[in-house]
């Protein structure tokens, strides 16, 4: 029985390996370095269940009398704790993998939402124009002019105060993906209607006007894909910064709680203890985080090159 391959999956991964970007990539050692450790770590974080040895969330696997142990390499270590544990007793390696993955979900979900606002407005106002066109982005300059850490701060705290801290911490997930999605949307809305008034004038929008085709199917099905080159190379930096903005919140006690840790709490938590002699509570989360962001800004930087005509050189 011989196995046979579908002929235009195959012809598909071809293409896109044989295009410019793909060439691009394996002439860019930074980008294919960037591309394997990102993976690497995003695999990692996904298969936390079935990777880490303990479960940070299961209070049963929990020993407050193994707090503050150092990394198998320092003197007075436990050999089950790779990374060592945290104050509450955590093994630094399994509450890494969970919170890694808890930075992760909270980022990409975050500029989902940032996208699907800034494209939707800045699809309307690009196509529509004149006073709602001037509206909609009077008030994206007003957004811009606030920084994003502010307003989360001011947010998270009102909602805080509002809800209570049991009610928060429950639901802060969700609240987080919310302040950091609506206080980055101007960024897609600006770059979208720019492209979107430059290509509303060309001859295949005014074929489909002429071929009775409706404001929502011209915007979404002809203009928007034209537009799609600068929302990945933005998506890419945004995820980073989502991600910076999470770490920064959790630090600041206003992200996640200290028993769902992201790496921004798990930085936090283990502030107090950095003097102290305990530096691997705060030291290694801190190397991940640094390590994810840059890699993830790398891609973007390669990601921009590419996607940019005058900026590529082959």
Known sequence: MTMTTNPAKASRWSRIWNSNMGYSFRRNPVAVVSLAIFVFITAMALLAPIIAPFNPYDPAQI????????????DGSDAQFVFGTDDQGRDLWSTILYGTRLSLLIGLCAVMLQAFLGISIG????????????????????????????VAIIFLAVTQAMFGSETFNQYAIYFLIAVIGVAEWPQYARTVRATVLAEKKKEYVDSARVLGFGP??????HILPNSLSPIFVISTV??????????????????????????????????????????????????????????????????RDVLNPKLYKG
Request: glycine residues 8%; aromatic residues 10%.
């Open 63 to 74: 020993d407050i009398m193994n707090s503050e142990f150092p990394p198998v390499w320092i």
């Open 123 to 150: 699809l309307i106002a690009g196509y529509v124009g004149g006073r709602l066109d001037s509206l909609l982005m009077r008030m994206a300059d007003i957004q811009l002019s606030f920084s994003t850490l502010m």
């Open 216 to 221: 929502l199917r011209i915007m979404v099905r």
């Open 238 to 303: 945004q995820v980073a910064n989502a991600i910076i903005s999470e770490a920064s919140l959790s630090f600041l006690g206003l992200g996640m709680p200290p028993s769902q840790p992201s790496l921004g709490s798990l930085i936090s938590s283990g502030f107090d203890y950095i003097f102290s002699g305990s530096w691997w509570i705060t030291a290694i989360p801190g190397v991940l985080l640094v390590v994810l962001v840059l890699v993830i800004n790398l891609l973007g930087d390669w990601m």
